[in-house]
């Protein structure tokens, strides 16, 4: 599983909105138009595809950030808000 960070900026109030409900569902919001999701690869793509369907690429911009363990610890975070998303301890299978 990776730490994705996934930020957006639409236009559109409809298509955001869509955008953002669709993401609260992966995720945790951590600021306006940026969510925090821990997904494995299948959750991954499933959630490119959903998006992928909700967006104007000719007018919306859709990024995702992977991170991993090792580069989770070097993130900062400064002000008020929700400290950084912890990747699950273990798996269980």
Do not use: A
């Not at 609260?24 to 940026?34: A, D, F, M, T």
């Not at 997904?39 to 000719?58: A, F, G, M, T």
Request: glycine letters at 8%; charged letters at 30%.
């Amino acid at each position: 599983m990776l730490l994705y960070v996934v930020v957006y900026d639409i236009p559109c109030d409809k298509r955001r909105k869509k955008v953002s409900d669709l993401l609260e569902g992966y995720g945790v919001r951590v600021q306006y138009s940026v969510f925090e999701c821990v997904l494995n690869q299948s959750k991954y793509e499933e959630l490119r595809e959903r998006l992928r369907k909700r967006v104007k690429l000719e007018e919306d911009s859709v990024r995702f950030y992977p991170l991993s363990g090792h580069t989770l610890g070097q993130v900062e975070t400064w002000g008020v808000g929700p400290s950084v998303t912890d990747l699950p301890g273990s798996v269980v299978i």
